[in-house]
């Protein structure tokens, strides 16, 4: 199985930083990768698929990059609504496997 | 407007079984691959099983196969999870997700799309 691996676990940041995830894939998965963000209670939300590929509705300042086996998503100037867990996912291949998840705090 | 609506869950004992159900509205439910995951009280994501738009193809997690079976009745618009021998560790969150790449014979190198809001499966005696 393909290892997803996410850091930091937690990040605590103020409004209009700018925040960087880094996920790890312990093999190569091209760009078969996505990125989710959920709220408590919530259902998670498709933010990036294809590794740097904005889902519609989901506001610019969110990006993604990378390829193969390390991927970043950024927040370019974080807002009081990005509170929440993002993971990322790679269905590269089965099983889908999901990093453990960075929990985003607004100082 | 996409919709998928989870049913089915509840507290069941060790060893049990439960039928989870997700109906679908807004989009063409045959052309869509679909999947259930799953996420454990306070824990992260993890996928269960997919099954295509059309002919059934199927693919589960080693930590359920041979206990659970994904369908879909395209008749009907639903997605079904059939849970047998429940252990205690299969208590969680479980979403119906629906691809989004409408493809309906893949479920390689598909996305996940958009989520119900889920149904709590609790196994305990």
């Known amino acids: 199985d393909i290892q997803m691996t996410q850091s930091p676990s937690t990040l605590s940041a103020s409004v209009g930083d700018r925040v960087t995830i880094t996920c790890r894939a312990s093999q190569t998965i091209s760009s078969y990768l996505a990125w989710y963000q959920q709220k408590p209670g919530k259902a998670p939300h498709l933010l990036i698929y294809k590794a740097s590929s904005l889902e519609s509705g989901v506001p610019s300042r969110f990006s993604g990059s990378g390829s193969g086996t390390e991927f970043t998503l950024t927040i370019s100037s974080l807002q009081p609504d990005d509170f929440g867990t993002y993971y990322c996912?790679?269905?590269?291949?089965?099983?889908?496997?999901f990093g453990q998840g960075t929990k985003v705090e607004i100082k | 407007e996409v919709q998928l609506l989870e049913s089915g869950g509840g507290l069941v004992q060790p060893g049990g079984s439960l039928r989870l159900a997700c109906t679908a509205s807004?989009?063409?439910?045959?052309?869509?691959?679909m999947s259930w995951v799953r996420q454990a009280p306070g824990k992260g994501l993890e996928w269960v099983s997919t099954?295509?738009?059309?002919?059934?193809?199927?693919h589960h997690a080693d930590s359920v196969k041979g206990r659970f079976t994904i369908s879909k009745d395209n008749s009907k618009n639903t997605l079904f999870l059939q849970m047998n021998s429940l252990r205690a560790e299969d208590t969680a969150v479980y979403y119906c997700v629906k691809t989004r790449m409408k493809d309906p014979f893949t479920t390689f190198r598909v996305e996940p799309g958009y989520w119900g809001p889920g149904t709590l499966v609790t196994v305990s005696s």
């Open positions: 807004g989009f063409s439910f045959s052309s869509y691959a």
């Open positions: 099954i295509s738009g059309t002919f059934d193809v199927t």
């Open positions: 996912q790679q269905y590269n291949d089965y099983p889908w496997t």
